[in-house]
């Protein structure tokens, strides 16, 4: 018994440490993310809001998906279920949330410390553009002086603020990643407690 339970640590340790170094994969991924984000700040149209959208989605459930599946494989191999898909998901971004909130924090302090202002006066810009572009109607123009007046007048987010912002905003991205992506890398058939149903009638 002693050795069996042994063994258990053994592997809930690996997992452990596994997860970690996966993590750092998730993290690099929303760096990624986030210098794209970065690299297209000073052009901001409705076709950039669009593709920075696509591709910080598309990274996010694509390295999510190939990091489970992999996990999986290694340590699930009797089987995955629902709430373990969601966990072990939701733990890469965990992992991944602590390393992009460092990269942010360098990039706001010291990178480019105008960054946040920056963006702040180009989605005014583009939001400016939008209203003489379009004619809208009074309600629907009201609204969107009303965004452009709160922008102007709100604070530019400290370096710290920015990077307790981004954290948590991944942590939800990863709430939702994990939700979705968890009934693709799941096994019907598998239990909370990793148990294998009894289908017969």
Known sequence: MSSITDQIISRLKELRDQMRSYGLIMGAALIFIELVQFMMHNNITALSLFLIFVVKVATMFIVSYQIVKRIKSEFFTTGMSYAQAFSVNFRLFVYGSLLVGV?????????????????????MNYMQGYLERFDLPETQMGYIEDMVEEIEEAPVPSPLSAMWGIMWGYLVWGAIVGFILSFFTRDKDVTPYGKVENTES
């Open 103 to 123: 990269f942010s924090f360098v990039l706001h302090r010291w990178l480019a410390p105008n960054y946040q202002a920056e963006v702040i006066e180009n989605t």
